[in-house]
């Protein structure tokens, strides 16, 4: 039976992200597309964050998984536009960011370019609520814009008193 | 495809894409300083995470740069084999980090450049320019929320950090004007469509410095005095100690890799 690109999608969607690894690639929405080209097969792949140190270890990750299903023949491709965003993070992938401890991204949130978008956020009006992924409270707070990894950032939450990640909105 | 080989000649778009991926690897080094350094964890992390989306944005740019070159040079033959008078960085991008002040008010004073340049660079002619630009503004959208925050917070905070802060705004203030003027290379660019004119960035970047240095409560200097050279490769001394460490491996042990 030859192999189907729904197929080469099922093997992808078993591949964990190496940083996060309750999500899988397909939940983090960096695969763009699966093809045949005679005999290759061509995997497409957008990077997270420009400098993520995983996105090497994904491609080496999706190769290896191929390889182990029987195919040999893949070439990866990296696409950089459009550039990767959290909308592309699939329904269940956030359902699992949350059981998992890391607040999924609050929707519509990313910082854009317009200097009164900044300014809204650098006096408050741009502030909103994370909820803990723990105890469900919204009275957290932001402890910084960084956490473990470039698409986190560090909270706590002031009822449970406890810290955890969130993904930002990107 | 769109692409500005048809519009421009290789020359001046290599030298152009140098400015760009020099500037985000010579500042993404500077930040990577600090890791292990920084006054508290979170921010040592912050820190290093700004500094790996910018050597991020610096691979892609230099990546562009070598292919347009044609000599077979990549990302890494331009980052660690070159010496200081080939880079073509800002020199604001290279000034010590001084204190923590001091690398924010840096990093404050590029991010609200980067952002309008990034912005107008996603309406390039050649798609390889727009996707790295729509790719790296994101990123540098957040790092600017996060430097200007910080800068309203040091500026009006402690009679001790608003001083620090207002030290390194002078210190750093007379770098700044260089990032405004044009030469050769941006008249071309511009003319083909391929780049803003960096002129025309400085009512966007003048709006940002005004607002955010207005509520930490610093004064800019008056001086409209400006250090050149970065874009012709007369650095200051600073660049060549940052070189030294950075390319120390591979000037030690030609072509290592692990």
């Not at chain 1, 956020?121 to 723990?134: E, N, W």
């Not at chain 2, 290279?94 to 309406?123: C, H, S, W």
Request: aromatic share 8%; hydrophobic share 40%; proline share 5%.
């Amino acid at each position: 039976m030859p192999v189907t690109e729904d197929i080469v999608w099922k093997w992808l969607s078993e591949i964990p992200d190496p940083e996060i690894p309750v999500l899988s690639l397909t939940d983090l929405g960096v695969i763009r597309d699966v093809a045949w080209q005679d005999e290759t097969l061509v995997v497409t792949v957008t990077p997270t964050y420009s400098g993520c140190p995983a996105t090497a270890i994904i491609n080496l990750d999706i190769e290896t998984k191929l390889l182990e299903c029987g195919v040999s023949n893949v070439r990866l491709e990296q696409q950089l536009s459009p550039p990767w965003t959290t909308d592309w993070l699939t329904k269940a992938g956030r359902e699992k960011l949350r059981a998992y401890g890391i607040a999924p991204p609050v929707d519509g949130t990313r910082s854009d370019s317009s200097a009164a978008g900044r300014m809204a956020r650098l006096t408050g009006q741009g502030d909103f609520k994370v909820a803990c992924p723990r105890c469900g409270s919204e009275n957290t707070e932001k402890i910084s814009q960084f956490g473990s990894t470039p698409c986190k950032a560090a909270y706590r939450c002031q009822a449970c008193l406890e810290p955890f990640d969130y993904f930002k909105c990107h | 495809m769109a692409r500005a080989t048809d519009l421009i000649s290789n020359d001046i778009l290599f030298e152009w894409l140098l400015r760009r991926g020099d500037t985000a690897l010579v500042l993404g080094h500077r930040v990577s300083e600090w890791c292990g350094h920084s006054p508290v964890l979170e921010e040592d992390i912050a820190l290093a995470n700004v500094a790996l989306d910018l050597i991020g944005q610096a691979r892609m740019w230099l990546g562009l740069a070598g292919e347009v070159e044609g000599e077979g040079r990549g990302e890494n033959e331009l980052a660690y084999l070159r010496d200081a008078w080939d880079f073509r960085n800002f020199l604001l991008a290279e000034q010590p980090n001084g204190d923590f002040g001091q690398t924010l008010m840096r990093q404050f004073l590029i991010d609200a450049y980067q952002v309008p340049l990034l912005e107008a660079l996603k309406g390039s002619k050649d798609e390889r320019i727009a996707a790295i630009a729509a790719k790296a503004g994101k990123e540098v959208a957040y790092h600017l929320d996060r430097s200007a925050d910080l800068v309203i917070r040091l500026g009006d905070g402690t009679a001790e950090s608003h001083r620090r802060m207002q030290q390194a705004l002078d210190a750093l203030w007379s770098y700044t004007g260089e990032m405004f003027i044009s030469d050769a290379v941006d008249t071309a660019m511009a003319e083909a469509g391929l780049a803003p004119d960096p002129a025309s960035l400085k009512v966007a970047w003048q709006e940002t410095v005004d607002a955010v240095l207005d509520q930490a409560t610093l004064t800019a200097p008056e001086d409209e005095f400006a250090h050149t050279g970065g874009l012709t490769g007369r650095h200051s001394e600073h660049l060549g100690h940052l070189l030294a460490e950075m390319q120390f491996l591979q000037r030690a042990y030609p072509g290592a890799t692990w």
